[in-house]
Every structure is written in structure tokens, then in C-alpha cells.
T-cell receptor, first 111, second 109 residues
Framework: DAMVIQNPRYQVTQFGKPVTLSCSQT?????MYWYQQKSSQAPKLLFH???????NEADTPDNFQSRRPNTSFCFLDIRSPGLGDAAMYLC??????????FGQGTRLTVV | TQLLEQSPQFLSIQEGENLTVYCNSS?????LQWYRQEPGEGPVLLVT?????EVKKLKRLTFQFGDARKDSSLHITAAQPGDTGLYLC?????????FGTGTRLQVFP
């Protein structure tokens, strides 16, 4: 049974058109992460929630925002996607800072 | 900024060969994890090492945590095509996980 679910698996959006990616978890983990991964590179942390505390990485563009309305759900909002934002977006959860469980990812294409 | 450097970055070998992947940092981590990621999927946890000098085995995979808890290695014996993937180490940094630079392994039949 999937424990970290990302929707959709594939998302195509137009240049500049806002897009939202979603992540839900059934593990009741207090930490949720969003990573960006480009072609065969390692995942790059965009931001994470530790409980309700939002932590933005210093080099995450302002174009990327996140919401966590409750423990189970977390959203990634890209306000004005550019061609360079095309990537796989990975959501992960963990209990405090221990092993991370990843979703299958959302592959974003910007046209 | 804590960095986890992995080497080699790419590795292509024949089935049956042995290999070692290294994960190095100048920082101390209280634990370190190894993940494998296949194309189009999220990373999957292989193992967590916690104690300096710890060695863990998972079938043909052997993981070691450095005595100083700054580095780790993954050794695969008799590699199989099914071992192909992106191998990532990750260390905990107070309130988040830091991933290594990754090693892409290709095992040819």
C-alpha cells in the first residue's frame, strides 16, 4: 500500500501558468520534504516542514511556495513556471530526522 | 553548508564484478542512510547506519559507517543488472536530510 502519494504522476503546464503539485501521507510523520530532481542528478531540497515549522532552503527561488494545511497533506506551488523548472518533484516524509519515505514523484513538463 | 560527496559519479561494470561507492563529508552525522533510485521512481531506503565503525549487510550489499561518522561506503559483491540505479547517501542535519551527490551505476549482462 502506498504510504506517500503524489499527484499527479505527470503534469504538463504552460510557461508562466501557476501549477500545484500535491503530496499526501498515511504515516503520520511530522516532517515533510519537497525535493527537485533534474536528469540523473541527486535530489535538491527545496524546503521542508518540521511539524508546522516551514524551512526554506537559501537557494530556493521565490517562485516556489509550499503549504501544509495538516499533517497528512503538503502542496508545492510554482507561481510562474519557467522552462528551467521542468524536473521530477519528489515529496518525502520522515519521523523527526530519520529514514525518509518517498513518493513516486511528479514529473513536470513546461511547454 | 554540509556537503556529502559521492564517488565515483558514474560506474559502468559487467555482471559479476565487485564495486565500492564512497560517501564523504567533513561533517559528523549522527546517522547516515543509503537509498537506491530507479528511473521514474522515488528513492527507496536500503539501510541506516548509526554507530561509528558499524557494518551492515543486505544480501550482496555491505554498508560501512566510518569510525568518525563522517563517511560511509557501499560495497556490492557480484553485481547484477538488477542493481542498476542511482545510489544516494544521506545524512541527518539536525532537522533535515542532506543528500549526497549520487552515484549512477550501470551493470551490463
Amino acid at each position: 500500500d502506498a504510504m506517500v502519494i503524489q499527484n499527479p504522476r505527470y503534469q504538463v503546464t504552460q510557461f508562466g501558468k501557476p501549477v500545484t503539485l500535491s503530496c499526501s501521507q498515511t504515516l503520520n510523520h511530522n516532517v515533510m520534504y519537497w525535493y527537485q530532481q533534474k536528469s540523473s542528478q541527486a535530489p535538491k531540497l527545496l524546503f521542508h516542514y518540521y511539524d508546522k515549522d516551514f524551512n526554506n532552503e537559501a537557494d530556493t527561488p521565490d517562485n516556489f511556495q509550499s503549504r501544509r494545511p495538516n499533517t497528512s497533506f503538503c502542496f508545492l506551488d510554482i507561481r510562474s513556471p519557467g522552462l528551467g523548472d521542468a524536473a521530477m518533484y519528489l515529496c518525502a516524509t520522515s519521523r523527526s530526522v530519520t529514514e525518509a519515505f518517498f513518493g513516486q514523484g511528479t514529473r513536470l513538463t513546461v511547454v | 553548508t554540509q556537503l556529502l560527496e559521492q564517488s565515483p559519479q558514474f560506474l559502468s561494470i559487467q555482471e559479476g564484478e565487485n564495486l565500492t561507492v564512497y560517501c564523504n563529508s567533513s561533517s559528523v552525522f549522527s546517522s547516515l542512510q543509503w537509498y537506491r533510485q530507479e528511473p521514474g521512481e522515488g528513492p527507496v531506503l536500503l539501510v541506516t547506519v548509526v554507530t561509528g565503525g558499524e557494518v551492515k549487510k543486505l544480501k550482496r550489499l555491505t554498508f560501512q559507517f566510518g569510525d568518525a561518522r563522517k563517511d560511509s561506503s557501499l560495497h556490492i559483491t557480484a553485481a547484477q543488472p538488477g542493481d542498476t540505479g542511482l545510489y544516494l547517501c544521506a545524512g541527518d542535519n539536525t532537522d533535515k536530510l542532506i543528500f549526497g551527490t549520487g552515484t549512477r551505476l550501470q551493470v551490463f549482462p
